[in-house]
């Protein structure tokens, strides 16, 4: 018998548990176990036989690992239809997570009981491909057209209550191994050999649009609702031959690629949280506007004390309601009770107006106004006021953190902690490394954005870190585009069109125009030798004060809750090309795109010549969970290396022949597309 799979026979039944710590993933040695219990227990001549997992998981799906390669026998299908044309009845004892390929073993037993803790789902869809071993068609057969609906085309992953109440498990027990030993099996066909469920062409249309609307331009959900189609028409044998083989062609897929790509390398970045260090219980935040109530909330989220530190009284209340509105949406939207809300707003904050009597804590993050000499006395405050082992963080988006340090005590023990917005939900953190930042101290906030459940992502010290460093260089490119003849809804729109999230310019709608503005002031674009200023940005804030949404009008006009391009703005961009002279010409949107990217990914290769950032995948992972580019297509970096790193070199060489200012070709760039190399492997 194989190590991952245990086989244990007595009183007429065979146990068959699935042991491959640490989730039971189905790998080729589960797989060859599984048939091989199968057949002995048949051998025995077994009255019953029970599939559990061992440890906290059932089956938690295929060894995404094995994806990259040909598929190796024996098959998940054919384990399943064994399962399911198997002489006595197999019962699923669901011990934990039923997921991907494990749901799928358990969709082909003849019954299936699940602890109160299990979570059942067919994720596949998250990773590009779709169920490959009868999900699609035995989901269906067991709960219904609508329910398999629901689930498979958006990779939802529902509890044990959930999956009672709608018939995908038969019994929810403590101790299922037990429950599934004795279960009497209803006087039922096999899954497989139910009748087909009724064909509801209305459901399938909504979840046509639906998936559309969640996922556009991602081809598994759709392949998903094609497939629970054709469970309705086809034979099981049919249906499973056609399930496979879409599995198939997807699994080789650019889209299947990338979201692998991305899974492995945010399990990587959240792995790094999992190293031994002191555990954060007490927090100082200074500044408690958009970023410091958020950072706060989510510091109260898993248990730490925080102190708030604002300037005065009024700033005080103003925090406070700040905290209290992120309470009271999570009561809105069903998160926490009222009571609990207001008792952990009262038991795990403390507010105060300067730095009188601070708590001895463990970490103290600093959110205050973009401004390096209100960092600074921030910082000798909090020096003066804190233990020299209290970390000291800073949330800056573009100061020099190796600035804000001078003259701290122990500036080993400072870094960046650099959240995003909204910090309580957005997953991503950029890590910075200071100059002088030492070991422990990464240590101990990695660790802190692993309890806080944050992807985190290491940086060097630079403008803008990875993130919004490549955001001003893909937006200057687009402002470039402007004045050569684009115009702002058009780029947006293309953006789109390649998968972004949002456009360029509806984004500074939504964040304000004044920060973008700031930043360029602060970089002295406009009198910078060697650069290619465009004053459209500059002058849309100047004269006509449209600082973007929460003025009421941007680079759009915005009424009535939509954006609508504005004649203004349009005529000021016009009139910026005839001034400089430049007669505008038509973009199509494939060129806009293929410039825009270009410009993401000559900067990304410029972070990663620098070591500002470690590894490709960490720039990815910075653009899709805090910019919006589509995981799909795995992040710049990943996505330059599917199109070719001569191709993306190519079309810098050409922009740069012809605008010497705005483009030029980072050295790295130039060495991997010589050496054929593709990001991932610099
Ligand atoms: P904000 O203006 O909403 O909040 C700043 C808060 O700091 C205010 O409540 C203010 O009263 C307080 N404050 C100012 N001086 C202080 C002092 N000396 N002591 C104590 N409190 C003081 O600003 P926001 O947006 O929260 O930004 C804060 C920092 O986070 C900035 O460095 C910003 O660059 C950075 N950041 C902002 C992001 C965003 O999307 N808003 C994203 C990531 C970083």
């Given at each position: 018998m194989s190590d991952a799979v245990h086989l244990s026979l007595a009183d007429d039944i065979a146990l068959i548990t699935i042991d491959n710590p640490p989730v039971n993933v189905a790998s080729r040695a589960v797989r060859a176990g599984l048939m091989m219990a199968l057949d002995r227990?048949?051998?025995?001549?077994?009255?019953?036989?029970?599939?559990?997992?061992?440890?906290?998981?059932?089956?938690?799906?295929?060894?995404?690992?094995?994806?990259?390669?040909?598929?190796?026998?024996?098959?998940?299908?054919?384990?399943?239809?064994?399962?399911?044309?198997?002489?006595?009845?197999?019962?699923?004892?669901?011990?934990?997570?039923?997921?991907?390929?494990?749901?799928?073993l358990a969709l082909a037993c003849a019954a299936r009981v699940a602890a109160p803790r299990a979570t059942l789902g067919l994720p596949e869809v998250t990773l590009g491909v779709v169920p490959g071993a009868g999900g699609t068609q035995r989901l269906p057969r067991l709960v219904g057209l609508e329910q398999a609906l629901s689930l498979i085309p958006e990779g939802r992953v529902i509890g044990a209550a959930e999956a009672l109440r709608i018939g995908l498990v038969d019994a929810m027990t403590d101790d299922p191994v037990a429950a599934a030993r004795i279960l009497a099996l209803p006087d039922r066909p096999a899954t497989g050999a139910r009748p087909a469920p009724?064909?509801?062409?209305?459901?399938?249309?909504?979840?046509?649009?639906?998936?559309?609307?969640?996922?556009p331009q991602q081809i598994a959900p759709q392949r998903a609702i094609d497939l629970i189609e054709a469970a309705v028409r086809l034979s099981l044998a049919e249906g499973l031959a056609l399930e496979r083989q879409n599995f198939l062609d997807l699994k080789t897929g650019d889209q299947a690629a990338a979201l692998r790509y991305v899974f492995f390398a945010e399990r990587a970045a959240m792995g790094q949280g999992k190293a031994q260090g002191a555990d954060v219980r007490s927090a100082v935040v200074v500044g408690g506007g958009t970023m410091g109530a958020g950072i706060a909330y989510a510091l109260a989220g898993i248990g730490v004390t925080v102190t708030l530190v604002e300037t005065d009284a009024a700033a005080v209340e103003r925090a406070r309601a700040n905290i209290a509105r992120l309470f009271d949406d999570a009561v809105k939207r069903g998160k926490a009770s009222a009571e609990r809300a207001a008792s952990d707003m009262e038991r795990l904050f403390t507010f105060r107006a300067g730095y009188d009597d601070?708590?001895?804590?463990?970490?103290?993050?600093?959110?205050?106004?973009?401004?390096?000499?209100?960092?600074?006395?921030?910082?000798?405050?909090?020096?003066?006021?804190?233990?020299?082992?209290?970390?000291?963080?800073?949330?800056?988006?573009?100061?020099?953190?190796?600035?804000?340090?001078?003259?701290?005590?122990?500036?080993?023990?400072?870094?960046?902690?650099?959240?995003?917005?909204?910090?309580?939900?957005?997953?991503?953190?950029e890590v910075i490394r200071a100059r002088d930042t030492g070991p422990e101290t990464l240590v101990t906030a990695l660790r802190l954005a692993a309890r806080l459940r944050k992807i985190p992502v290491l940086a060097g010290v630079c403008d803008g870190f990875i993130g919004n460093r490549i955001l001003t260089r893909y937006r200057q490119c687009c402002d470039v585009m402007l004045?050569?003849?684009?115009?702002?809804?058009?780029?947006?729109?293309?953006?789109?069109?390649?998968?972004?999230?949002?456009?360029?310019?509806?984004?500074?709608?939504?964040?304000?125009?004044?920060?973008?503005?700031?930043?360029?002031?602060?970089?002295?674009?406009?009198?910078?030798?060697?650069?290619?200023?465009?004053?459209?940005?500059?002058?849309?804030?100047?004269?006509?004060?449209?600082?973007?949404?929460?003025?009421?009008?941007?680079?759009?006009?915005?009424?009535?809750?939509?954006?609508?391009?504005?004649?203004?703005?349009?005529?000021?961009?016009?009139?910026?090309?005839?001034?400089?002279?430049?007669?505008?010409?038509?973009f199509t949107d494939a060129e806009i795109v293929a410039r825009a990217t270009a410009a993401m990914v000559e900067e990304g290769f410029r972070i990663l010549g620098e070591r500002i950032a470690e590894r490709a995948a960490d720039i990815d992972l910075v653009m899709i969970h805090g910019y919006g580019f589509p995981r799909w297509r795995g992040g710049p970096m990943h996505w330059a290396g599917r199109v070719g790193l001569s191709e993306i070199l190519r079309r810098i060489e050409g922009y740069a022949a012809e605008d010497p200012l705005s483009w030029s070709v980072p050295d790295l760039l130039a060495r991997a597309a010589a050496e054929g190399k593709t990001p991932e492997e610099l």
């Open positions: 227990a048949e051998a025995a001549g077994v009255a019953r036989v029970v599939l559990t997992g061992a440890g906290k998981t059932f089956v938690a799906g295929a060894d995404a690992k094995e994806f990259s390669a040909p598929p190796r026998p024996p098959h998940l299908p054919d384990i399943a239809n064994r399962i399911e044309s198997f002489p006595v009845p197999v019962v699923a004892a669901i011990n934990g997570a039923a997921l991907g390929g494990g749901l799928e009724a064909c509801d062409p209305v459901a399938i249309e909504a979840a046509r649009k639906q998936a559309a609307r969640r996922s601070l708590p001895p804590v463990d970490i103290a993050i600093e959110a205050v106004f973009e401004d390096l000499s209100i960092k600074r006395q921030v910082f000798a405050a909090l020096d003066a006021a804190l233990p020299e082992t209290a970390i000291l963080a800073t949330n800056t988006s573009y100061l020099d953190p190796d600035r804000i340090t001078e003259g701290l005590r122990n500036p080993t023990r400072f870094l960046g902690l650099h959240f995003f917005s909204p910090a309580h939900v957005m997953k991503l953190v004045i050569e003849g684009a115009l702002p809804a058009q780029i947006d729109a293309a953006m789109r069109g390649f998968g972004l999230a949002m456009g360029p310019y509806e984004v500074q709608d939504l964040s304000g125009l004044d920060i973008a503005y700031a930043n360029r002031k602060r970089l002295g674009w406009k009198t910078m030798p060697g650069f290619r200023y465009i004053p459209i940005a500059d002058r849309i804030v100047e004269e006509t004060g449209r600082l973007g949404r929460k003025t009421g009008a941007g680079w759009y006009d915005h009424t009535g809750g939509k954006a609508v391009s504005s004649a203004l703005i349009d005529g000021i961009v016009v009139e910026e090309s005839a001034r400089a002279g430049i007669v505008r010409r038509r």
